[in-house]
């Protein structure tokens, strides 16, 4: 599941480019999906999934389960006060909202939905270590699908940068290759009586 280049992800014709200018892209991952018909939305991968592309590995679940823990006991995850006084969904336009496929603050876990459109969406989580952004996108090529899962990182003080540097490795190594291995195969499992 490779982390690819920006400027790959930054050619694609995605609202979100435009709507997160200038809040740092943090890193961006893709993997690709066999191609069982065409015409297949983002929408329509989460509907019939289920609302579910994304099943870790125990692994991965008892890491991010450990790093939960570990936000109640330090209260990491409550929303800061007055650091963050702008949250994403403050961007959106009139048109954003009426392309919507699902309401801006709506709860997905942890985060909060900014905007869901056919091939693109945005969910955002703000606490006491980032402001964070991660975008999910369906993109179909030639001769197949391509799933791109984008994070982007908003200070919201002096320790966001010790904490990404903190838990990336454990990002780059465990939780994203899983989180990708994952909807491969919830798509090859959703799509599996097409082919």
Known sequence: MPQISTQEFER???RVHEFLAGVPLHDVWAVDLPRVRSGITLEEFFRASGARPFRPSPVVRALIGFRFFLGRV???DSEPDTTV???FATRLTSADISKSLAPAGEREGPFRIVYRFENEQLLELINRTAHAAALS?????AGAYRFYFGVYVRNVGRWTPVYMALIDPFRKLLVYPSLLRSVR???NQTFSAAR
């Open 12 to 14: 694609l014709p995605l």
């Open 74 to 76: 330090f209260g990491l």
């Open 85 to 87: 006084r702008e949250t």
């Open 137 to 141: 996108a369906l993109v179909e090529t």
């Open 185 to 187: 195969t919830t798509w």
